[in-house]
Nanobody, 123 residues
C-alpha cells in the first residue's frame, strides 16, 4: 500500500510558476509509474503528466506540453511537477497518483492517490 502526499500548491498570477511535490511512503516507490492529474470544478479529472518507474518514459497532456515538467527522485521517494507560464485554465486541484505497472495516462488505471493540492492562477 502506497501513501501519497502532495504539497506546493497555492495562488499564483498568470505567467507565474509553481512546483508541486509528491512524497510517497509505504511501498517500493521505484517500482511504480507516477502520474499527475487535475480536476477543476464541474469537470472530470484529467491527465496532466506521467513518468515511468525509471523516468525513461514521460507523457504530457497537450495543454501543458512545453510548460510543465515532471521528474522523479527514486532515492527520495518523490515526484515533482514544475509548472511554468501558468494560465487561469490551469486552476484545479492537482493529484499525484501511482500504479504498479507500466506508465499510463488514464486516471482509472492508477491504484493510489494523494489528497490533492489546490492551484489557483488568477490576477
Amino acid at each position: 500500500q502506497v501513501q501519497l502526499v502532495e504539497s506546493g500548491g497555492g495562488l499564483v498570477q498568470p505567467g507565474g510558476s509553481l512546483r508541486l511535490s509528491c512524497a510517497a511512503s509505504g511501498g517500493t516507490f521505484s517500482s511504480y509509474a507516477m502520474g499527475w492529474f487535475r480536476q477543476a470544478p464541474g469537470k472530470e479529472r484529467e491527465f496532466v503528466a506521467a513518468i515511468s518507474w525509471r523516468g525513461g518514459t514521460i507523457y504530457y497532456a497537450d495543454s501543458v506540453k512545453g510548460r510543465f515538467t515532471i521528474s522523479r527522485d527514486n532515492a527520495k521517494n518523490t515526484v515533482a511537477l514544475q509548472m511554468n507560464s501558468l494560465k487561469p485554465d490551469d486552476t484545479a486541484v492537482y493529484y499525484c497518483a501511482a500504479r504498479s505497472r507500466v506508465v499510463d495516462t488514464t486516471p482509472s488505471e492508477y491504484n493510489y492517490w494523494g489528497q490533492g493540492t489546490q492551484v489557483t492562477v488568477s490576477s
